[in-house]
């Protein structure tokens, strides 16, 4: 393990959190508020993270596979470490655990949240946490690559460890900063056409910049109570619904739509199976609900929103799912675990390994129907190696077992099933509302310290997939080469 390099990268990372935090104290300085907090906080990062520098000058610069998980595992850890100071330090959230879930949630792009009184909260405070929410959605560690310059050797591991998917780690173009750096154009010009359409719809300037980092990072965070359902505009719900599942879609096919090739996001395999499900679940839930709103029109409306709000773990509501019919509840839950697509802002397994692991159990039945046929897993036309499906099959068999392992710890702080069970599968699967205490009109702040912590444990393991947050706990992973 190249331990200085991994120190130096994090320095790194830490005085790029430091420059970030200028956009919320500039914001604190216009509406008068203490910029303390922020400066403190600023001041921190710039210092550590220059100590941290400091630690290589000329030696080994070589990062491999277990360097880039490493370096991905800790930055997250570090950059909401000191993300949660400005809400301790001010006072908005006194806790150090309760400020780090929110930090965590909002840098994951979970959304699950502590707060229930929005109004005490100074708006530089809510826009560093809606701001989280878009510094997390495409990639800590892609903002970092697309910013400073690294070799080559070094950010594709980074790359790699950090990117959601089966088939993640592709490079868009020979270099990986110019990968990066195309990554976040498009990410920053989708975000840029939603903060206008969101102006037309009556939004003030701080409102529309909050609610779409929150839909940029499909993360979910609002600004009061109430949420998109305090607006009350059925043109701001279609807005963000339409932004929601735009950024629930895999970012290379955006590249090739530039290129021209319009074919690739319509023939995407991915994509079709994505829409489909939105699709058919929107109609499923609108039926299934139009005893609660009277009209068709408006039940199509509240599940369109909520369907594209799920599966693309953004978790915005304009109504209280949570009182539902069972059959909508279940379908949604079942819409959490399988999210969007691959290489998207969003969270949960991902449409294509459901794909890949349909495509492989009809394999097995076919192979015990005649033994000696030889079946390849294809997706998109293309036969998938036999690693990327059997890697598949461990992520799907460690996610299960992480959640119903972690969900029976979340149960001994006393809360009925639905609540403790889908506050699971919210944090884990990076959606923030669950049912039940933890449903959209609810909060996370009834769960103790422990378990808080444990959460935001999944959230990370959710955000990263896995792997990076896991080999922190094996011990080969952190010997010398």
């Not at 130096?8 to 008068?32: D, S």
């Not at 850890?77 to 930090?103: K, N």
């Not at 690559?145 to 950090?162: D, F, G, Y």
């Not at 199976?273 to 139009?290: C, Q």
Request: net charge neutral.
């Amino acid at each position: 393990m190249n331990i200085k390099a991994v120190l130096n990268t994090l320095g790194k990372i830490l005085q790029v959190e430091a420059g970030l935090m200028l956009l919320p104290l500039i914001v604190a300085l216009i509406y008068r508020e203490d910029p303390i907090p922020f400066l403190i906080t600023i001041g921190l990062l710039i210092v550590i993270g220059t100590l941290l520098t400091a630690v290589l000058h000329k030696g080994d610069h070589l990062i491999f596979e277990r360097e880039g998980f490493l370096i991905v595992a800790l930055s997250w850890v570090i950059m909401s470490v000191f993300g949660a100071l400005p809400f301790v330090i001010s006072g908005a959230i006194p806790s150090f655990v309760d400020a780090f879930f929110e930090t965590v949630s909002g840098f994951t792009t979970t959304g699950s949240t502590i707060l229930t009184d929005f109004s005490v909260i100074d708006k530089s405070l809510l826009f560093w946490r809606s701001f989280t929410h878009w510094i997390g959605g495409m990639g800590v560690l892609v903002f970092i690559m697309a910013l400073l310059p690294m070799t080559n050797s070094r950010s594709v591991h980074i790359l790699k460890a950090e990117t959601t998917g089966p088939t993640k780690g592709g490079k868009l173009v020979p270099k990986m900063r110019s990968t990066a750096t195309i990554l976040y154009i498009i990410y920053l010009a989708l975000t840029v056409i939603e903060v206008i359409l969101l102006l037309f719809g009556g939004m003030t300037l701080f409102e529309a910049l909050t609610y779409s980092f929150a839909t940029a990072g499909t993360g979910g965070y609002g600004i009061t109570a109430a949420g998109v359902a305090g607006f009350n505009s059925p043109y701001i719900n279609i807005v963000i619904s339409v932004f929601m599942l735009l950024f629930g879609v895999n970012f290379n096919l955006y590249y090739l739509v530039l290129l021209g090739n319009w074919r690739s996001f319509f023939k995407n395999e991915e994509n079709r199976w994505y829409f489909a499900i939105v699709g058919i679940s929107t109609l499923f839930i609108a039926f299934n609900i139009l005893n609660l709103f009277g009209n068709f029109a408006e039940s199509l409306m509240h599940s369109f929103f909520q369907v594209a709000s799920i599966i693309t773990t953004t978790g915005f509501a304009t109504a209280d799912f949570a009182l539902w019919p069972t059959a909508s509840q279940f379908l949604l839950v079942l819409l959490m675990l399988i999210g969007a697509s691959a290489g998207s802002t969003g969270g949960a397994i991902k449409v294509s390994r459901i794909i890949i692991l349909l495509k492989s159990i009809r394999r097995s039945i076919h192979k015990m129907i005649r033994p000696n046929q030889v079946e390849v897993v294809r997706l998109n036309g293309s036969p998938l190696d036999e690693e990327t499906v059997s890697t598949t099959h461990t992520f799907f068999s460690l996610y299960m077992l992480i959640l119903f392992g972690s969900g029976l710890l979340v149960c001994l702080d006393g809360f009925d099933f639905t609540t403790s069970f889908t506050a699971t599968v919210a944090c884990l699967c990076n959606v923030g509302p669950g049912l039940g205490l933890v449903g959209p009109m609810g909060s996370f702040a009834i769960f103790s310290a422990p378990v808080k912590l444990l959460l935001s444990l999944l959230m990370l393991l959710g955000r990263l997939e896995l792997f990076s947050i896991v080999m922190l706990f094996f011990p080969e992973a952190w010997r010398r080469r």
